[in-house]
């Protein structure tokens, strides 16, 4: 009998752990694991199940990374330029969307205000 026919109808998912019995292999033709015995084939079974599973939780950390940056380190940045450039010459409803994004972007401001300059600028005095 074959190891993915003795499990559970709920366990035998056919993308981690394909049948033997549905291989590509050609009839007249010997697979790699045609002379493994039980524990062998299941161990090697094990192998391809835990690298397939290990690549997909390296995609899905790859992707958490990649919009955990762009939450706390890339749009705040871009919405403290914005914020700059648009601060004193906003409408009411820009300065409420302002507001909403400085909420939205909270933890991510607070992670790059240290390295901002608060300061107001310099005012042209006119002699």
Known sequence: MFFCQALPLQLRLEALLPCRKHSSVEPGRASEDEGLTGAAFLSQQAVQLVRRIT????????????????????????????????????????????????????????????????????????S
């Not at 300065?95 to 005012?123: A, I, K, S, T």
């Open 55 to 126: 690549y997909s939780y390296m995609l899905v950390a790859i992707l958490y990374l990649i919009l955990a940056g762009a939450y706390l380190l890339v749009v705040p940045f871009a919405v403290l330029l914005y914020l700059k450039q648009r601060w004193y010459v906003a409408s009411s409803f820009e300065r409420g969307f302002m507001y909403f994004l400085v909420f939205f972007f909270f933890p991510g401001l607070l992670l790059l205000g240290p390295f901002v300059n608060y300061r107001p600028q310099r005012r042209q005095v006119e």
